[in-house]
C-alpha cells in the first residue's frame, strides 16, 4: 500500500510540474501540447472501446495504456488492470488477455470467449471514433457557433509560394483584395485567380491589427472536368465560342444552378433556355488561360462535361469561412450528420482513387502542422480536426491488415468459415507480415511528410 501512496504521490508531482510549466510557457508549448492532448482523446476513446467490450464479456484487460514504448507512469490499478502512459505520445494499446498465438485458451481470455463476443472487442473501437466524430460534429454548432461565410479567413498557407513569402499567416481575416471589401471566399478568389503575374495587396486583420501584404500571382495549372461550349448559336449576340469552359451564369456558379437529379451542363442549359432574349451576363474562360465576362440577350447552348485544364492566378493559400453565431440544436444536429455524409464520402472517394489517396496521406507531421495552424482558427476548426482525424483512425483501423482491428475481424471470420482456429504458427506469420505492411506503411507516409512540411 506505501508503494503504491508513492507512485501516486510521485505521479501527482509530474502532473504539477508538468502544468505549471505549460502554463508559464504556453506560447512556446501549446501546439506539443494540443499535439499530446488530441491524440490522447482519440486513442483514449478508442481503446476505451475495446476495454469496455472486453470487460463486458469477461475478459481479462492486463493495462491500458496511452503511447508508445517505454512505461513512464501507473496512474491507477483497478480489476486486475494497470492503468498507465507511457513515452511516445502517439498511439495506445489495450493488452487483453488470450491475445498472443501462443496464450492457453481461457474463460477469461479473448480467446475463450464466443465469435460474436471476440467480434464486439474488435469493433468497438472503431465504433467508439465513430461515436466521437458523430457527437462533435452534431454538437459543435450548438456550443461554439456555425460558420460565418461573409468573413474569410486563412486556413493553410503554402510554404515557399506567394502568400508565405508576402507575410500571410493562418488566421488571419481577410478584409480587402486590391482595396476591394471582402464578402466571402469567392471575392477573394475571384479577384487573384485571374490575375497571373500581377501585384495582389490584401488587407488582414491579425489580432488587433490591421496589415497590408503584397506579393504576386504565380501562375497554377489545373486538372479537372469543366463545363464546356460545344456549340454557340451564330448571331445571338452574345458573344460566346465552341470551347469557352463555362464558370458562371449572372454570377452564380455553374454547379449551384442544377435542381435534385438534374445535371450542371442539364441546368446550364435549362436556365439559358428559360432567360432567352433576357440581359445575361456569362463568366467563361477562354481557351482555358483568360477569364471574360460576356455580357448579352441570353441564347440556348449546348454544354458538356469535359476534361481539361485552367491556368490560375494564385498566393498559395487557402480561404476559410469565419465564425457565425450558434445554432439551435436541432440544425446543429441537422448540419453534423450532413458533414458526416460529406466526410464519409470524401473518405470514400479518396480510397477509390489511389493518386488522390496517395496525396492525401499524412501522418504524425501533417497532424502537428494541422494542429498548429489550428491554435490560430477559431475552436470550431479544432473541433472540425478532432471529427476528421476520429473518423479517419475508425476507417484505417478496420483496414484488413493483420494487428489492426480489421485484420483481427479478417482472421475470426476465417476461423468461423473453416470452422477450426488457425493453429499459432498461421497467426504468427499473419502477425509478421501485418507487421511489414505497418512497417512500410509508416515509413512511406513519414517520408511524404518530411518532403512535403520540412524540404
Known sequence: MNEDRKELLQNAVILVVFTVLAVRFWDTFKVPVMFVVTLGILVAIHEWGHFIAAKSVGVRVYEFALGFGPKLITYMRRGGTEYTIRALPIGG????????????????????????????????GPLMNMILTIFVLCLSGFLLGDTDETKVLVGQVDKKKPAALMGLKVGDEVLEVNGKPVTGAETVLDAIHPNVGKSITLKVRRRDQELSLTGAAEARTIEGDFLVVTQAPASSGLPVQAGDQLDKVDGKRVETLAGKGEAPDAAVERVLRE?????????????GKTRLELRGPAA??????????????????GPLPGQGPPLSLEKSVSNGIERLGTLSQGLLSMFSRPKQLSQNLGGVISIYALLGGAVNLPPMYYLSII??????????????IFLLDGGHLLILTIEVL??????????????????????????????????????
Open 300 to 317: 440556348p447552348l449546348e454544354v458538356s462535361a469535359q476534361a481539361g485544364k485552367r491556368t490560375i492566378g494564385a498566393l498559395g493559400f
Open 418 to 455: 473453416r470452422r477450426k482456429r488457425l493453429d499459432p504458427e498461421m497467426h504468427k506469420r499473419a502477425a509478421m507480415v501485418g507487421m511489414a505492411i505497418i512497417g512500410v506503411l509508416f515509413v512511406w507516409i513519414m517520408t511524404k511528410d518530411i518532403l512535403r512540411h520540412w524540404l
Open 93 to 124: 494499446f489495450v493488452n487483453p488477455k488470450g491475445m498472443q498465438p501462443d496464450d492457453p485458451i481461457t474463460s477469461d481470455g479473448i480467446n475463450g470467449r464466443r465469435p460474436a463476443e471476440r467480434a464486439l472487442v474488435y469493433l468497438a
Open 275 to 287: 432567360k432567352a432574349g433576357q440581359p445575361v451576363t456569362l463568366t467563361v474562360w477562354r481557351e
Open 387 to 400: 471529427a476528421q482525424l476520429s473518423l479517419s483512425l475508425a476507417v484505417f483501423n478496420l483496414l484488413p
